[in-house]
């Protein structure tokens, strides 16, 4: 025997294991499918395409040897399936479609000096852990947390991991449907930013809260020379952000003054701003909502 037709053995609920000889060289589409008793299944040595649904519906196929040969493998070939394991043996990644696999939640086997193109080419990098053929679990990296800054007009991100994306969501208080005849505009921008990257779990998220603040001084902070009248009226846009407590404000005008209060209006600290900073190192809790007094303006942040 050299070959499996299409649909060959579809639907066959008596099977029960396979054991299919080196001999066959091709399998058709959905030959297996909707075997429901399937518990074992083992593919010729000489295989080199898995073909669309050929085991599809086998939802009590619980693991998968895929041969060394095999280097394309098509949509829903193991959807449906009830695999709690994947060991691939070549060396080289086969070509997959998302969903070949309806599950990734499970472990992947494959050679050892093989595990990082794996973690680094979909779908496989999609899977849950990389293991050795051998059982040895290999750590899947982890991206670094971004960093976020504001300048030109522009939110900039930086990661220490290199080649990663971006993926960046910014809530805007302001948006929404209003039906009084005033209103109180907050120019206040909510962003949230992680890094991902093929092969690598995705980084914790960094925070930061955008405003746009009135450049003014108190009677007692002394104006910066370098600012005209008129630009000390402008708004200016200012970066808040925090992590472990500490509060940190990128924008402000030098000398201008930063206090943070709490809801209840206790004051946790304060600075003046230099060099466009400043840094506010405070007890408060994640999750607690802080109020953040810039100048005369004030403005309400979830700290992180």
């Given at each position: 025997m050299t070959s499996i037709g299409t649909h060959a053995f579809y639907q066959c609920s008596g099977l029960?294991?396979?054991?299919?000889?080196?001999?066959?060289?091709?399998?058709?589409?959905?030959?297996?499918?909707?075997?429901?008793?399937?518990?074992?299944?083992?593919?010729?040595e000489n295989l080199t395409i898995i073909k669309k649904g050929t085991f599809s519906g086998c939802s009590k196929l619980q693991s998968i040897t895929i041969p060394a040969t095999v280097e394309y493998i098509y949509q829903e070939a193991f959807s449906g399936t009830g695999l709690t394991s994947v060991k691939v043996l070549a060396t080289t990644p086969p070509f997959a479609y998302d969903n070949t696999f309806s599950n990734y939640n499970i472990p992947l086997y494959a050679p050892e000096g093989a595990i990082s193109e794996y973690q680094s080419t979909n779908p496989w990098s999609k899977f849950a852990s990389f293991n050795t053929l051998s059982g040895e679990t290999i750590e899947t990296p982890k991206c670094a947390t971004p960093t976020i800054s504001y300048g030109g007009k522009k939110l900039m991100f930086v990661c220490d991991t290199e080649d990663v994306e971006f993926v960046t969501e910014i809530k805007d208080a302001d948006i929404g449907t209003f039906y009084d005849?005033?209103?109180?505009?907050?120019?206040?921008y909510e962003i949230s930013v992680y890094a991902t990257k093929a092969g690598y779990e995705n980084s914790d998220k960094a925070t930061a809260t955008l405003v746009w603040a009135n450049a003014t001084f108190t009677d007692t902070t002394p104006e910066p020379t370098a600012i005209s009248p008129a630009a000390e009226m402008a708004p200016v846009p200012v970066l808040i952000q925090s992590n472990s407590g500490i509060v940190t404000v990128q924008g402000a005008a030098d000398g201008t003054p930063v206090s943070i209060y709490t809801t209840a209006g206790t004051q946790a600290g304060s600075a003046v701003s230099q060099n466009g900073r400043a840094s506010i190192s405070t007890n408060l809790t994640s999750?607690?909502?802080a109020i953040i007094k810039i100048g005369t303006q004030s403005f309400k942040v979830a700290i992180k």
């Open positions: 029960t294991s396979i054991n299919i000889p080196n001999s066959v060289t091709a399998i058709g589409e959905y030959a297996f499918q909707n075997c429901k008793n399937i518990t074992v299944a083992t593919l010729p005849d005033r209103i109180t505009l907050t120019a206040t999750g607690s909502i």
